[in-house]
């Protein structure tokens, strides 16, 4: 079983700098550690995760196997959000899951979720999906989200193709082959930060 927290010399090892460094970095505030009635500093994995993604450190495949993935999925149309959820849920992957039926919703979701994959219609009321991709990338917080497109509308329009400069990481057509979808969230879940 794996630890679920890490001394300064793995925190060192996975951030290929020295022990030296790492206590610098505690003691300047950067590490978020706690102290064993030895004295030593211990990091949890959860927060050492965080800090690497925060930092835009890779995170080793290691630590990455058994990471729950947080999934927010984002579409005005009922019956294919419900089937769209069920579908992350059914799944075998370690994943959270939360939906929204518009990207105004989406956006206050996203400030206490954190998603680490979005999955976005673009064609929704109060505000279309190529509007929530440009606030997601242009967001420190959350530009290194994993986006996948899921529309109904022709790849060649012009919504899609700004959508496309902007920046996504998959896009689906309308309408959605379950087992296509699933396979397109397995694959952003195990893209290296």
Do not use: H
Not at 64 to 89: F, G, P, S, W
Not at 110 to 128: A, E, T
Not at 152 to 166: A, N
Request: proline share 5%; charged share 30%.
């Amino acid at each position: 079983m794996r630890r679920k927290s890490l001394s300064t010399g793995d925190l060192a090892r996975y951030c290929q700098v020295t022990p030296a460094t790492i206590v610098n970095w505690i003691r300047a505030g950067k590490l978020d550690v706690y102290t064993t009635p030895g004295g030593q500093y211990r990091m949890e994995l959860p927060k050492f995760i965080a800090f690497l993604e925060d930092n835009e450190f890779p995170i080793p495949e290691e630590l990455q196997a058994d990471r729950t993935r947080k999934i927010l999925i984002v579409d005005d149309e009922e019956e294919i959000l419900d089937l769209l959820v069920e579908v992350v849920e059914g799944s075998d992957a370690n994943y959270i899951v939360r939906s929204e039926k518009n990207g105004y919703d989406a956006l206050i979701a996203i400030g206490d979720f954190k998603p680490d994959i979005v999955s976005i219609d673009l064609n929704m009321p109060k505000m279309d999906g190529a509007e929530l991709v440009r606030r997601l990338r242009s967001n420190p917080e959350t530009k290194n989200a994993k986006i996948l497109i899921v529309t109904g509308m022709i790849p060649t329009s012009d919504l899609v193709r700004k959508v496309k400069r902007i920046g996504v990481d998959s896009f689906m057509q309308k309408p959605i082959d379950i087992d296509e979808y699933a396979k397109a969230l397995d694959k952003l879940a195990t893209f290296k930060v």
